[in-house]
């Protein structure tokens, strides 16, 4: 089974609008970081947000958000007021710090955005 | 500048001549790793270090080799590539277990 799972594949908003990227994720370990990733086309990966399993409130980074339902597991990111500038691939990913595999971060499939003007 | 280095950025090489992908940070952090990136697949694991001298397998260690003789250094080494290992490469770094990695900025390998 997938540990995350991002069931969009692309999406395409318009600009200003505000932008939720889902993720679910999967793991029995107790304590876990949540994050998530930026790859524009140029290729770089730029770290945007974090949340850990045992953070009370859902994380904020200027225009990100990051919409932690535990229960629910999921870890959505939200940003608001999209700018042409957002267009890019998301990715989520999860690192397990008990977990017994190997540690490291584990990505999900990503999604494309395309913010249109 | 806190940074994660990769080099080469691109290269085009053969199957079978051995090639190494250095990989260096300047911010003390004590964990590395390698992913490799490719479409549809997301990024996967090849192999981490948590310190000095300690390194693992990650997913998909088969075909590459690691080193961690200096705590900012951690080279991926293909001893014998193979066409299947033609992919985007990218060395990360953190201070520890919850905090974000750093990625360098990839290096694209093509094996012919």
Redesign the interface.
Known sequence: AQKITQTQPGMFVQEKEAVTLDCTYDTSDPSY?L?W?KQPSS?????LI?Q?SYDQQNATEGRYSLNFQKARKSANLVISASQLGDSAMY?C?M?E?QGGG?????????THLIIQP | EAQVTQNPRYLITVTGKKLTVTCSQNMNHE?M?W?RQDP??????IY?S?NVEVT????VPEGYKVSRKEKRNFPLILESPSPNQTS?Y?C?SSSG??Q????G??T?LSIL
Do not use: N
């Open positions: 970081g994050f990733y290729g770089e990966m730029i770290f974090y850990g990715f990913a690192r710090i190997a540690d490291g971060l584990t990505f999900g499939k990503g | 964990y790793s992913y549809g697949l997301g990024l996967r694991q981490y948590m693992d397998k990650g997913d985007l990218f990360a277990q919850v974000p990695q750093h990625f900025d990839g694209r």
